[in-house]
């Protein structure tokens, strides 16, 4: 199985290319380190199930820009609903990695649905979204970078990794200034 | 002024005539003035109370007009409409704001400009009484999560009332509710 730590920084490469939303917990975590926590990443530290639809606002906001959800298993399971809407609106600009470690780590690694049987492609395919790929190997990786950085339509990227801690970074946790910090940036 | 109120409440079938469509009221008012006031995205779970407004969103194609599983999912849209510069409204019914609660916490503590109207059911007149749980329970909920909750019984008030909460939502980033409560919609007739 893939490492997180290895996969994800391969899977965004040049990360200012996009806006990025990510989800709390480990995949907050996962950004940090890609990105040192910078002004174009805006990451969750509570309100499960936001990742995916903050960055459906962020991309009808700003279609000039390409918007990036990094988010995990556990966060997308909790607002899965938020898949349809988005396949429905079908922003060309919007794309969705979710970090599938079948886990939720932050709570003491309790198996999540993904690692008893339900697949995020297959419901995001459900949902209509029309660029979608799993990547278990490490020749899925290259294609499914593709696809978040090109695909003309939302897209939708399972990365599934083996239940491994995110690398450690400590990022800024006070929301309003990262707010603020986030639209200056962008102006 | 004369305002007409849409005498049908329920959803019909859309090939159906049913109901007085008015063209005119209050409800069209209000959907220029969150125009003219620049918010470019419509959120909602569909509802009668907000038919005009969905539709006229529907048919404007300056706006997004964006059709939610649950209200929460708006909540998180807003905030990152915000983030992009743009401005949103949820609309939403009185039992939607239960659905809304712990992503609110997003609202309260990045402090985003957050606005949300809301058709009360549970209120003025109601029949049905599963809606009086959540439509009584809908005031206290937002104020413990932040929100300020301006209320509607009056055509009248409407836009002096949109004014005001656009004003503290948009230039005073406060998280901001306006209730149209029954009196002023009509309670749903059974």
Redesign the interface.
């Known amino acids: 199985m893939l490492e997180r730590s290895e996969t994800v920084p391969a899977l965004i490469g040049r990360h200012e290319d996009f806006l990025i939303i990510a989800g709390l917990g480990g995949t907050a975590c996962d950004v940090g380190a890609v990105t040192g926590d910078s002004a174009n990443v805006y990451s969750l530290g509570g309100a499960m199930g936001a990742a995916c639809m903050m960055g459906l606002g962020l991309a009808l906001a700003r279609p000039d820009k390409r918007v990036l959800v990094v988010t995990g298993d556990g966060e997308l399971l909790m607002n899965v609903g938020a898949l349809a809407t988005i396949a429905v609106m079908d922003p060309a600009n919007l794309s969705i990695l979710c970090v599938d470690n079948g886990h939720y780590g932050e709570t003491g690694w309790q198996k999540s649905h993904t690692s008893l049987g339900v697949d995020l492609e297959k419901i995001a395919v459900g949902c209509g979204i029309k660029h979608t790929r799993t990547v278990a190997t490490k020749s899925d990786l290259a294609p499914a970078a593709r696809v978040l950085r090109e695909a003309n339509g939302a897209s939708f990227v399972c990365l599934r990794v083996k239940p491994t801690e995110a690398p450690e970074f400590k990022r800024n946790f006070d929301a309003s200034f990262c707010r603020d910090r986030f639209r200056a940036a962008l102006q | 002024m004369e305002y007409i109120i849409e005498m049908s409440l329920f959803a019909r079938p859309p090939q159906a005539e049913g109901g007085i469509k008015a063209t005119t009221g209050w409800q069209h008012d209000l959907y220029d003035l969150l125009r003219e006031n620049g918010i470019?995205?419509i959120a909602y779970v569909p509802d009668a109370g907000h038919g005009v407004l969905i539709d006229r969103s529907l048919a404007d194609p300056d706006v997004?007009s964006?059709?939610?599983?649950?209200e929460?999912?708006?909540?998180?849209?807003?905030?990152?409409?915000?983030?992009?510069?743009?401005r949103?409204v949820l609309l939403m019914q009185s039992s939607g704001v239960g659905n809304c609660i712990?992503?609110l916490?997003?609202i309260k503590?990045?402090?985003?400009p957050f606005l949300t109207l809301i058709s009360m059911r549970g209120d003025f007149g109601e029949g049905n009484p599963w809606q009086f749980a959540m439509g009584q329970a809908t005031e206290p909920v937002l104020a413990a999560m932040g929100v300020i909750c301006v209320r509607i019984e009056r055509p009248e008030e409407v836009i002096p009332t949109m004014n005001a909460a656009m004003t503290m939502a948009f230039k005073s980033g406060q998280a901001v509710a306006v209730l149209l409560s029954q009196r002023l919609i009509g309670a749903k007739p059974f």
């Open positions: 470019t995205q997004h964006i059709a939610l599983t649950t929460e999912e708006g909540v998180a849209l807003i905030a990152g409409a915000d983030l992009g510069g743009a949103a712990n992503m916490s997003l503590g990045a402090r985003f």
